[in-house]
């Protein structure tokens, strides 16, 4: 099942299914255009994986971690399918990340790997929006990651059968393919992801673990069209505005 969570033409907030014939729920089917797609969770926080891809570290001219690299993006940098994300202004690079992430169901506190897929409610795309003039200069990453509307999520949570253990992950700027990997390429898989993390941080049902890029990361700019997806989600498409 792929959910959808929307605002109707009467501006009323629902959850629906995101089928072929398009979006159900309570008793109608929506065409997309005539609904606003919302981002795919509520999270109280994002969890964000660095250099889970041994080629995007080569391309960062980085060692691959010794454990997952972590940090976090807070609720405001969340954008939504359809939307225009502002970069943030006088900046000279702003790159797109395409990641696969996880939605938990569950609250998760010290829950080893192999319990970890009874806490995970499913898989969206996100887009870690990354503003490299100022990640190269700090330690924590705030201004370099957690600007507002730095982290696309969308369009749908699909349930865990949906995506297999080797989904692909594709970004495309105006048509064109810049990365294109698998999660079957990740240095720490989910489960062990969900271990680490929950050894310090507790999860809370919704809150999101957006699992690390493949390499191609590279600039956007005014005017772009980015496409996020991921096999057995979906595409998740937003545009691009200068601030």
């Known amino acids: 099942m792929r959910e959808v969570r929307f605002r109707d033409p009467a501006g009323s907030t629902r959850v629906g299914e995101w089928t072929e014939d398009g979006i159900r729920a309570a008793g109608r089917t929506y065409d997309e255009s005539e609904i ?32 997952p690299l972590l940090f976090l993006k807070p609720p405001s940098a969340l954008s939504s399918h359809g939307d225009t994300v502002p970069l943030p202004a006088g900046k000279e690079r702003v790159d797109h990340e ?64 949906e995506v297999p253990d ?10 064109e393919t810049r990365q294109s990997s698998s999660r079957a390429e990740f240095i720490w898989t989910v489960p062990e992801l969900v271990e680490e993390i929950t050894t310090y941080v507790t999860l809370e049902p919704g809150d999101v673990v957006s699992t690390g890029t493949p390499s191609g990361v590279a600039p956007i700019e005014d005017g772009d069209t980015v496409e996020v997806e991921v096999e057995g989600v979906g595409v998740l498409r937003h545009g691009v505005s200068e601030d």
């Not at 080797?166 to 048509?175: I, K, M, P, S, W």
Request: with cysteine; proline share 6%.
């Open 36 to 67: 606003d797609v919302l981002p795919s969770a509520e999270p109280s926080k994002i969890v964000c994986v660095g250099l889970n891809y041994a080629d995007h570290a080569a391309e960062r001219d980085s060692e691959v971690p010794d454990r």
């Open 166 to 175: 080797d989904a692909a992950v594709e970004l495309r700027v105006n048509g």
């Open 98 to 161: 395409a990641e696969l992430a996880f939605v938990m169901g569950e609250q998760a506190r010290n829950v080893s790997a192999d319990e970890a897929m009874d806490y995970v409610a499913g898989f969206t795309c996100m887009n870690d929006v990354s503003n490299r003039d100022d990640q190269r200069r700090e330690q924590n990453w705030v201004r370099g990651k957690a600007f507002d509307n730095s982290a696309p999520l969308g369009p749908v949570l699909a349930t865990p059968d």
